[in-house]
């Protein structure tokens, strides 16, 4: 009998694997090139093998074919997008959520240096990362280093800055760096500054700005 | 008198009627159990037989294999189906409005621009997929949108040439295209 189970168990699970490729190769050989979607399908389907996520990897295939993307341009980046998606689950732990997997890909992709994601997970045990790796990628794009941008994150995080006070930091810092400040500066100075303003009352503040509103749950 | 003594003496009063007993009308409910007694139970013969309540026995083993066995197949047959017939759902515009759903709003200020489109993974980069609203007056372009759960990348295409990032939303990383993208992050939380 429980051979049988396992039997079905084990159909269904190679019939929806199979099911999620024949969908994803429809998808891509409706929008791209032949040669090109058979290129991209190999890729997603060794992440699906791998575990990793593949919507994204198909995404990243339309968007380059969006932008009007050569071939070659397309797929390599959807490897990139893959690549990066498992370094991202490698330097966050296996049980990463897909959503930690892609915002931690979007932050190496960045120049995020892989063990700040490590860092990072230590510094939240428990808790998503999505809003802190967010935070950390547009930072770097908006030209902040990545090392200091990465400290600034890895400190707040550590000092047990909720995802809302990561927003209003780089909200921030967005704000200075639009004013002309020098982005490294501009970002010590405002994590510095949230560090002072919390370290009279505890851990969890929610500046910078005098705000004490606690993120709802 | 004190408000809210007076308050909490109706309060008192109200829960008193419901505690107490309601009244009991012994030859009605004579009637009500004769009448049951004497109903004849259904036929189950002919047509009637598809709608008669009738009861089985089974092993729930055999139970869930046959329903693994019936969505496997229908995941088969449908994926085959949709692979040769139906490829691509292009636009989730309005996405299904369930619990999986979030309503987002995306507004732009677009001086100048004729056009403006929401591209994103949620349309498969498809500029005509998603088309912005001009909001009548100024240059603000607005849509409404019901994303999925979860981390998104978006742009807006401004007259079907000009990518643009989101001024309002932190930026993800260049994804080897030349051009950055917003992030959004849908999670009924705030989120961004």
Not at chain 1, 183 to 205: D, F, K, S
Not at chain 2, 18 to 27: G, I, K, L, N, V
């Amino acid at each position: 009998m429980n051979r049988t189970l396992a039997l079905c168990l084990a159909l269904a699970v190679a019939t929806a694997a199979r099911a999620d490729e024949g969908s994803d190769e429809a998808r891509l050989n409706a929008r791209l090139a032949p040669e090109v979607a058979h290129q991209v399908s190999t890729l997603v389907n060794e992440a699906r093998a791998a575990g990793l996520p593949t919507d994204p990897l198909i995404a990243r295939a339309f968007e380059g074919a969006s932008r009007g993307a050569d071939a070659a341009g397309i797929v390599n980046g959807v490897r990139r997008q893959s690549s990066a998606q498992a370094s991202a689950r490698g330097a966050l732990g296996p049980g990463s959520q897909p959503d930690e997997i892609v915002a931690g890909a979007s932050a190496l992709l960045a120049g995020v240096p892989a063990d700040s994601l490590s860092h990072l997970r230590l510094a939240r045990a428990g808790g998503s990362l999505v809003i802190p790796l967010v935070v950390l990628c547009d930072l770097v794009a908006r030209g902040v280093p990545a090392d200091v941008a990465s400290v600034a994150v890895v400190t707040a995080a550590r000092a047990g800055a909720t995802d809302n006070v990561l927003l209003r930091i780089r909200e921030r810092i967005h704000t200075g760096i639009e004013n002309g400040g020098a982005p490294a500066g501009t970002t010590g100075e405002v994590v510095r500054q949230w560090l002072r303003m919390t370290a009279g009352r505890g851990r969890h503040g929610e500046g910078p700005g005098g705000e004490s509103k606690r993120k709802t749950p | 008198m004190d408000p809210e003594r007076e308050e909490k003496r109706v309060d008192e009063r109200i829960r008193a009627a419901y505690r107490q007993p309601s009244a009991t009308d012994e030859p009605a409910r004579e009637r009500l159990i004769a009448r049951l007694a004497s109903e004849r139970t259904p036929r189950a013969g002919g047509l009637r037989g598809w709608f008669a309540v009738r009861e089985y026995h089974a092993r729930p083993v055999w139970v869930f294999a046959t329903l693994v066995a019936v969505l496997a197949a229908g995941s088969w047959l449908g994926a085959r189906f949709a692979g040769r017939h139906a490829p691509i759902a292009m636009a989730p515009v309005a996405g299904p409005s369930d619990a999986s759903t979030l309503p987002v709003t995306f507004v732009l200020r677009a001086p100048g621009a004729t056009r403006v489109a929401v591209v994103g993974d949620f349309n498969n980069w498809d500029a005509s997929a998603t088309p912005m609203a001009h909001s009548g007056s100024g240059d603000l372009w607005v849509l409404n949108l019901r994303l999925p759960r979860g981390v998104h990348l978006y742009s807006f295409v401004l007259d079907g040439s000009e990518w643009r990032p989101d001024p309002a939303a932190p930026l993800a990383a260049d994804g080897s295209f030349g051009g950055h993208n917003s992030v959004i992050v849908v999670d009924g939380a705030g989120g961004l």
